[in-house]
């Protein structure tokens, strides 16, 4: 894992030795450019390659066959022209069906492979695979196939611990990120063993805002390359610090996020309005 992670840091990221020095922000796209494509599509991956997103994130599941593929939904009503669950069709079945962007209009976008998908990701992006931890061990084999190993960012709300007991040293080959869920009444006390500066990311997400906490956080990485990714999807997990917030107030929502609270990634769904604040302030290339 730490030889993974000292390549992406030179893949992506720029990191200064103090918080009180900003350092560069990255930007992660919540299942591609879903707004303007479609969920977990291929052709959206690319649309974030091409505008300089540096992180997409993507949800995967398997098929009846044993394949690894892009979706988020256990079932395919919501996402695709097919009906069911996922886990009932062959590979060769999904490749027949279209994705619905997101006002559920049917589109010519196919549902792709985790393994077409690190092979996209060659061409500049990091892969941050999602709903993946009952597969870690098939996503490992996709990685060492496609030589991506360094491209990917696994991560879960599962114990590391728990995790290491069913994949062992496969876990070390990757780079995992712990999710870490704050919840109302947490306390620094008990979140300490937490953030114990073994993994080199963190997601951290919260309903309410705890100053202290994150103060504590800011403290604990102080001098360290570890990196703090924050969301500002929707309320519950950023307490009401969202991109649809962030249109009329970007300083207050993403602005607040970095500064404040010392997000270093900020998981976006609209990703190239958080790229185009970002370059204005000159934390993002």
Partial sequence: ??????????????????????????????????????????????????MGVDIVEVDVAKTKDGHLILMHDKTLDRTTNGKGKVSDFTLEEIKTL???????????????TLEETMLTAKRGIIINVDKGDDYFDEVYRVLKKTGTTALCIIKSEKPYAQLYQRYGAILDSMTFMPVVKLKKGDTVDSVRAVFDKRYPFYEISFAEENPAIFSYIKTQFQNTSTVIWLNSLWDSLSAGYTDDRALTNPDGIWGYLIDTLGARIIQTDRPALLLDYLRKRQLHE
């Fill in 1 to 50: 894992m730490k030889r993974n992670y000292l390549i992406l840091l030179l893949l992506f990221f720029c990191h200064t030795a103090s918080w009180a020095q900003t350092p560069k922000v990255q930007v992660a796209a919540h299942r591609g450019d879903w707004r303007n494509y479609a969920d977990n599509a291929l052709e959206g991956i690319e649309s974030c390659i091409k």
């Fill in 98 to 112: 279209r994705l619905r962007n997101g006002l559920r209009i049917l589109t010519d976008f196919q549902i792709p």
